[in-house]
């Protein structure tokens, strides 16, 4: 028996080093927290931290030892031949998370993994738990899937349209179909219910019927701390795990999740990933005791450094092996040991840029108490203001001004218990802007006083100036104004969920009372916007259908002026033409001359007659010029005699009179050609 363990502890040490070695972590504790949170695989504990497109390596004893299905923890038969060979710890009854990366340095394994190569990354795999009345559905999916595949199996398994479905208990608040699970950051186990508020539960249901109410309700728990001889009354939603709880009773008694040992739980609550509503405590109020689990003494003296490891996976509460052997005291290596153990700031002192100091203010945040927690805005106070008073009225929110420090005792409660609250978290991330700001450093504080005075003026700032220490964090409600910003309300950290709630509701209520008053007034000036833009239009469509009338008119006025002038042109060109045939017409021979006389008579398109006398022997192009000096070109008209029908003007016109039988005398009349 003592060579099996002998044979372990080798096991492990020799694991350690090669983990250290191909990962390039130098600090035990967090080497041994990482290969704990993977159950001492080093192949999976690998996988977490060095980068996907880098691969991971083959374990050496993958040959010997069947590995654990990425779908859930090793089975029973596969758990008790790792811990018979010493590869692997006995399997825990919870599952373990994925690690959380430790460096971004890509070693080089050492010459005894020679052996091993290099192998494509596997998927990460997540487990799901969705409750739903007396049913219960297990689930397994791939990290890059969506909610959207969640909700189709889910409509498979239960029989519902997804229309009628409603997925709650998502840590980071709602989410749409297309959210890819891996944006959200989740543990390997999940807990989730279904609510189907448009179907009514069947009449035998049994009480698990009434599950999605359950979650909704608060459950207070009475929690003694033996050690200290001190009694937490703490609120929690029955959607909160059994695994929350513990984690945020860490933060209170600082015992570790794996170090606590706890009384009073129901035989049903076997499953930390549980929710409270399903674990089968008493409601309203249950009463339970916990204190540090006793542990072996460990007579080697502490070598490293201390360590600030925060434990915030759900596979916090499994039974890992005791981390003194391998020379690190326990409560060095979670940061609990030794005075100069210090969290790491909320922010950085003396930063310049605003937004680099919130994006580490809101990283350490969830660090230390989990993603569950108001969405901080990223920019500045002025950036915030104008995000939240300077939209549309419809859209404006009020803004929540957080104000951190470490020194104060209430800090760590009011996160854990007020700012991680569920209905706290939803309440905030739809109606407020919630804005961060650390003052547990004086420079910090100043710079904070500095932009107060600028944006919300010399009495906001004098009213932070008289809180003490030990009222932070504070939770400014801000209102902005038509002419200036209000501050409607200072909430301190001596405060309850519930008390909370009330006040951020009623600064809610003062402002939905402001904004509809807003909103009137806008809508009227848009009216009035709208009504001035309609006139204007309307103004200068009439002073575009002028200005085309106008024109039309210039343009048909100097048509008309062009067409007169051609018509002018014309008729003078006509009468130059009449008289210049007119004169060289031959004179007419008298009636009593000695030659041939033809007397014609030629009726006019009017209905005039005119007369004239040629000699016989004139050309026909003689009439033709005679009839053209009255205005009757022979372009335009023909010459036709009576009877027989004859059109004179078809005729030679070198040909005479006598041979045209225009003799002695005939009457012609004028016709226009068509």
Not at 105 to 113: E, F, Y
Not at 367 to 394: C, D, N, V, W
Not at 656 to 673: N, V, W
């Amino acid at each position: 028996m003592a060579s099996e363990t002998g044979d372990s502890s080798m096991d492990r040490e020799m694991i350690l080093a090669d983990f250290q070695a191909c990962t390039g972590i130098d600090n035990i504790a967090e080497a041994i927290t990482l290969l704990e949170l993977n159950n001492w695989d080093l192949v999976a504990a690998i996988n977490g931290v060095i980068p996907q497109e880098n691969g991971i390596l083959q374990s050496n004893f993958s040959s010997d030892v069947s590995q654990p299905s990425m779908f859930g923890p090793p089975s029973q038969s596969e758990a008790a031949d790792a811990a018979a060979g010493g590869a692997l710890p006995p399997a825990s009854s919870s599952s373990s998370s994925s690690s959380p990366p430790s460096s971004s340095t890509t070693a080089v394994c050492p010459s005894n993994l020679t052996s091993r190569h290099i192998v494509e990354r596997q998927p990460r795999m997540l487990n799901f738990r969705v409750e739903y009345r007396q049913r219960t559905v297990e689930l397994v999916l791939e990290e890059g899937s969506t909610v959207g595949e969640i909700n189709q199996l889910l409509e498979t398994e239960l029989g519902i349209p997804v229309s009628k479905m409603q997925l709650k208990g998502w840590k980071s608040g709602d989410v749409s179909d297309s959210t890819v699970l891996r944006s959200l950051h989740l543990p390997k186990n999940n807990s989730l219910y279904v609510l189907t508020p448009d179907i009514a539960p069947a009449a035998s249901t049994s009480k698990n019927s009434a599950l999605p109410e359950s979650l909704s309700q608060n459950f207070l728990l009475v929690i003694s701390h033996r050690e200290a001889q001190r009694d937490y009354n703490l609120n929690f939603p029955g959607s909160r795990t059994i695994q929350e709880v513990k984690r945020n009773i860490s933060d209170l008694t600082n015992i570790p999740v794996r170090h606590q040992q706890w009384e009073g739980w129901p035989t049903s609550a076997s499953d930390d990933s549980m929710t409270l509503a399903v674990s089968g405590i008493s409601y309203p109020c249950h009463h339970l005791s916990v204190c540090r689990r006793s542990l072996p003494a460990n007579p080697q003296e502490p070598t490293e450094e201390c360590a600030d490891v925060h434990m915030v996976s759900d596979s916090e509460g499994d039974d890992f092996e005791d981390a003194s052997e391998f020379g690190v005291d326990d409560s060095e290596m979670f940061g609990m040991g030794s005075s100069t153990c210090q969290k790491s700031p909320m922010m950085p002192e003396n930063s310049d840029n605003e937004a680099d100091a919130l994006l580490h203010f809101t990283a350490e945040f969830s660090s230390r108490y989990g993603e569950t927690h108001p969405m901080f805005y990223i920019g500045s106070l002025e950036a915030a203001s104008q995000e939240a008073f300077y939209g549309k009225a419809r859209d404006r929110k009020l803004l929540a001004i957080y104000l951190h420090n470490d020194d104060s005792v209430l800090s760590n409660v009011f996160c854990s218990q007020m700012m991680c609250a569920d209905s706290i978290v939803s309440y905030l991330s739809q109606n407020f802007i919630t804005w961060a700001w650390d003052v547990t450093k004086e420079t910090n504080k100043a710079s904070l006083l500095t932009m107060c005075t600028r944006h919300f003026g010399s009495v906001v700032t004098q009213t932070i100036r008289t809180y003490k220490t030990d009222q932070f964090p504070l939770l400014l409600i801000v209102m902005g104004k038509r002419t200036s910003n209000e501050v409607l309300n200072v909430i301190q950290g001596n405060t309850t969920v519930d008390e909370l709630m009330m006040r951020i509701m009623g600064a809610m209520e003062i402002f939905t009372a402001q904004q509809q008053e807003d909103i009137k007034d806008e809508d009227e000036r848009e009216a009035r916007e709208t009504v001035k833009r309609e006139q204007d239009e309307a103004y200068r469509l009439s002073l575009e259908a002028d200005r085309k009338k106008r024109e039309a008119q210039e343009r048909e006025e100097a048509e008309q002026v062009r067409l007169e002038q051609m018509r002018k042109e014309q008729e003078e060109e006509k009468e130059a033409i009449r008289l210049s045939l007119e004169q060289t017409l031959p004179p007419q021979p008298d009636e009593d001359a000695p030659e041939q006389i033809s007397k014609l008579r030629i009726r006019t398109p009017s209905g005039e007659f005119v007369e004239r006398r040629f000699l016989g022997s004139c050309k026909l192009q003689v009439l033709f010029d005679f009839v053209a000096s009255k205005g009757y070109p022979s372009e335009e008209f023909k010459l036709l005699t009576t009877f027989p029908r004859r059109n004179i003007t078809q005729l030679d016109p070198g040909s005479t009179l006598l041979e045209a039988k225009l003799f002695p005398q005939e009457t012609l009349f004028l016709e226009a050609k068509e």
